[in-house]
T-cell receptor, first 115, second 113 residues
């Protein structure tokens, strides 16, 4: 039972355009969401996060949007650059006792930014 | 030096062999995790530990065991390796204070033949 889903295995975008990566979740108790980026032969690295009390968080070219009623979040990258080409994982966590518990990850989306 | 170090980075082993993957961290985090990555399945949680005396099963713990030898060390064992345990394995740590991200090691590519 996949609690966190990324329905697009891959996405191709032209350099300079917007990349939109989507993620859906089923557990309404999740209260913290993250995006990770992974290059080949490396571990995932943290990109950006959002708490369930917010609907948007922005960090430079990266913006995460959260729609709790739809149980959907998305990552926008503007403008996209070739160096953004990687696998992107979304993850969700539950907060127990004031701290985030284990993270549940989606299946990943391979982003290819074409020069 | 990496904050989260996994050894070995690559390993080929035979079916039925026992193998241990090791993870050490210098971040001072109490929480440590083991995930495996498979194509099309993303990252799935195998085991996690919130402190030295706390071990918890994740989504796919069957066929695996773990040991938390110290705050900084968390090892994953395959008691009798089988081919469908061929995967990329990641160790991660996190700080229990508030909402924080997990920090990952560079991974161990394990092949069971």
């Amino acid at each position: 039972d996949q609690q966190v889903k990324q329905n697009s295995p891959s996405l191709s975008v032209q350099e300079g355009r917007i990349s939109i990566l989507n993620c859906d979740y089923t557990n309404s108790m999740f209260d913290y969401f993250l995006w990770y980026k992974k290059y080949p032969a490396e571990g995932p690295t943290f990109l950006i996060s959002i708490s369930s009390i917010k609907d948007k968080n922005e960090d430079g070219r990266f913006t995460v949007f959260l729609n709790k009623s739809a149980k959907h979040l998305s990552l926008h990258i503007v403008p996209s650059q070739p160096g953004d080409s990687a696998v992107y994982f979304c993850a969700a966590g539950l907060n127990y006792g004031g701290a985030t518990n284990k993270l549940i990850f989606g299946t990943g989306t391979l982003l290819a930014v074409q020069p | 030096d990496a904050d989260v170090t996994q050894t070995p980075r690559n390993r080929i082993t035979k079916t039925g062999k026992r193998i241990m993957l090791e993870c050490s961290q210098t971040k001072g985090h109490d929480r440590m995790y083991w995930y495996r990555q498979d194509p099309g399945l993303g990252l799935r949680l195998i085991y996690y530990s919130f402190d030295v005396k706390d071990i918890n099963k994740g989504e796919i713990s069957d066929g695996y065991s773990v040991s938390r030898q110290a705050q900084a060390k968390f090892s994953l064992s395959l008691e009798s390796a089988i081919p469908n345990q061929t995967a990329l394995y990641f160790c991660a740590t996190s700080d229990p204070r508030g909402n924080t991200e997990a920090f990952f090691g560079q991974g161990t590519r394990l092949t069971v033949v």
